[in-house]
């Protein structure tokens, strides 16, 4: 248990997520960003994973990793005994796309776990998705944008991390440990989904193409084929909440029926126009 003698320390009780680590060890985290590490018995002794630039955030998911080989000539591969060699450690996560990765060290007993501090955290830079106009880009940064990463893994290379948000999204990324913010990667897994519940949906078999609308505000088009294979087409989204839909025979038009009126829409090259209104 955790030893709360200590009238300096100041522990969250709203612990977030947990893990067993390589060594055997247990770590908490919390919603105030600590990184808590018990013994092996589940005792507390005292060592908390900390970091000098005090920049934590709430910490909403960890995962770790164990024989991944790094960069030897990095600071943070030079920090154990076994430099250069495959390295253990955890990665922790909170909202918004950050990603944070610490690495087992044997040179502090006091400090088992050091954040990797070559680079900075991953984290997705609104300049990157935002500034070529690109639709993709900009569904994938809206889908990690203020969201929290609710559960998250790590590829068995060690080169791609996988991660589940509060919005119902899946997203992945590559990842170098070493420097972690080295790339800007964000993707999503297979396409971006509804964040809520589903309302109406139409399939127009003329243009293989499947409808959908949602309490999330969004109406989207999937298209697919005689595989099953289905591919995010457009995502439009409106003020309102979309409560029913329906094709056109033809492909071409869309109608759906929103809280406030009944909108007739043409279906063009990614997006949905809006041609009358009842």
Request: proline share 4%; net charge negative; charged share 25%.
């Amino acid at each position: 248990m955790i030893n709360r003698r200590d009238s300096d320390a100041h522990y969250s009780l709203n612990y977030t997520c947990h893990a067993w680590l390589n060594d055997g060890r247990f770590v908490i985290c919390n919603d105030h960003g600590q990184i808590i590490l018990l013994d092996q018995q589940g005792e507390y002794k005292g060592i908390t994973v900390s970091d000098p630039r005090k920049d934590s955030f709430p910490i909403t998911a960890i995962t770790t990793f164990s024989g991944v080989s790094h960069d030897p000539t990095s600071a943070a591969a030079t920090q154990g005994k076994s430099a250069g060699g495959a390295k253990s450690g955890f990665i922790v996560a909170g909202e918004s796309g950050r990603i944070r990765v610490f690495v087992k060290s044997d040179v502090d007993p006091k400090k088992p776990y050091e954040r990797v501090s070559t680079s900075d955290d991953l984290f997705p830079s609104p300049d990157h998705y935002l500034r070529d106009g690109n639709a993709v880009s900009q569904m994938v940064f809206k889908d990690i944008d203020i969201q929290k990463i609710t559960a998250l893994t790590l590829s068995p290379n060690g080169e791609q991390i996988v991660f589940t948000t509060g919005s119902n999204q899946i997203i992945k990324v590559s990842i170098n440990l070493e420097r972690p913010n080295e790339e800007q990667r964000y993707e999503h897994l297979i396409s971006s989904f509804h964040s809520k519940q589903i309302h109406g949906l139409d399939v127009c078999i003329k243009k293989e193409l499947v409808a959908t609308c949602s309490s999330d505000r969004t109406v989207r088009l999937w298209s697919y084929t005689t595989s099953n294979m289905f591919q995010s087409e457009l995502c439009h989204t409106d003020d309102f909440e979309a409560h029913a839909l329906a094709f056109h025979p033809s492909g071409l038009h869309l109608v759906v029926g929103f809280s406030d009126s009944v909108k007739l829409m043409n279906i063009l090259d990614k997006k949905l126009v809006e041609y009358k209104s009842l």
